[in-house]
Nanobody
């Protein structure tokens, strides 16, 4: 089970940190990813991190502004979002994949097994 938190309202240029708490056997995790879905748009990949090795991947639209990290001891994955833009407004979801994959994990939502409930990020101009 995944629990996403940390969303809120922020002005453009500001920062937020999202958290994804993992309950259950986190040791069986291959990767955890963040996706987002803006109103009227499809869910899109944001970033991912492998649970054991810490390899990371980012969408081009967030590279250099967002940082994904993890705390294995707390079974938590973070998404630090800096220099936020109005285009970053969306509901952010964390997702977990059990089975091994290449690199930092897939960028397709259907490849993930479990999903959190989502947390809303609103960036105002």
């Amino acid at each position: 089970q995944l629990q996403a938190s940390g969303g809120g309202l922020v002005q453009a240029g500001g920062s937020l940190r999202l958290s994804c708490g993992i309950s259950g056997r986190a040791s069986r995790t291959y990767a955890v990813a963040w996706f987002r879905q803006a109103p009227g748009k499809v869910r899109e990949y944001v970033a991912a991190i492998t649970w054991s090795g810490g390899s990371t991947g980012y969408a081009e639209s967030v590279k250099g502004r967002f940082t994904i990290s993890k705390d294995n001891g707390k079974n938590t994955v973070f998404l630090q979002m800096n220099s936020l833009e109005t285009e970053d407004t969306a509901v952010y979801y964390c997702a977990l994949r059990r089975l091994p994959y290449v690199g930092s994990g897939p960028r397709v939502a259907g490849e993930y097994d479990y999903w959190g409930q989502g947390t809303l990020v609103t960036v105002s101009s």
